[in-house]
């Protein structure tokens, strides 16, 4: 069945550089994926989707990419800022299923 | 409000009772879903509604756990019988389906109920 797998080690990185976290699946490659920031005791807030014949996205300070011949989707997060701090969830889109990964914890340091 | 909102935000129960959670999706959106996260774990997907309808019931643990819709809008999740491996925090999410069936599958997410099993 189709996994998901976010980096489980949270991510510490300076105030001002870009944060790049990585998201990989490991069977075949899903119709499109999301990007979610989850904050504590709330619930995931929507940020980014990528179609599969999208090799990049930007929102703002934000970009996705979407490899599929790596299985894989970066999110970046330039001049990152300590309120970025919080839980990134990547999502999978196939067959009307959604399937999140567990999410990479990122701490921007002032 | 124009997001979705769930009750209660906490509750603490003792095992073996039953716990009944509500969502209020947000007004227009047609899909509805439930999930479950526990401490350190990504989001467990639980049921999915489409209307009133369930088409995908795939993830629920066990038939401790039901689901139902009425009127295409508000939803309640039940736990019978609870067990302390029940404890989680329990999401719903609800999304907008276009004209055609066209599912935009972004999902908007409430706050969560908190469910403590003693």
């Known amino acids: 069945s189709q996994k998901i797998e976010q980096n489980s080690e949270a991510l510490n990185i300076q105030e001002g550089k870009t944060a790049t976290l990585t998201c990989n699946y490991t069977?075949?490659?899903?119709?499109?994926l999301q990007w979610y920031r989850q904050d504590p005791g709330r619930g995931p807030v929507f940020l980014l989707l990528?179609?599969?014949?999208?090799k990049e996205k930007r929102k703002e300070r934000l970009k996705v990419t979407f490899d599929t011949t790596l299985k894989q989707s970066l999110f970046h997060i330039t001049a990152s800022q300590p309120a970025d701090s919080a839980t990134y969830l990547c999502?999978?889109?196939?067959?009307?299923?959604?399937?999140f990964g567990k999410g990479t914890r990122l701490h921007i340091l002032p | 409000g124009a997001g979705v909102s769930q009750s209660p935000s906490n509750k603490v129960t003792e095992k073996g009772k039953d716990v009944e959670l509500r969502c209020d999706p947000i007004?227009?959106?047609?899909?509805l879903y439930w999930y479950r996260q526990s401490l350190g774990q990504g989001l467990e997907f639980l049921i999915y509604f489409q209307g009133n309808s369930a088409p995908d019931k795939s993830g629920l643990p066990s038939d401790r756990f039901s689901a139902e819709r009425t009127g295409g809008s508000v939803s309640t999740l039940t736990i019978q019988r609870t067990q302390q491996e029940d404890s989680a925090v329990y999401l719903c999410?609800?999304?907008?389906?276009?004209?055609?069936?066209?599912?935009?599958?972004?999902?908007?997410f409430g706050p969560g109920t908190r469910l403590t099993v003693l």
């Open positions: 007004s227009g959106h047609t899909a």
């Open positions: 999410a609800s999304s907008l389906i276009l004209a055609g069936g066209q599912n935009t599958d972004t999902q908007y």
């Open positions: 990528i179609r599969e014949n999208e």
């Open positions: 069977n075949y490659s899903p119709a499109y």
């Open positions: 999502a999978l889109v196939q067959d009307d299923k959604i399937i």
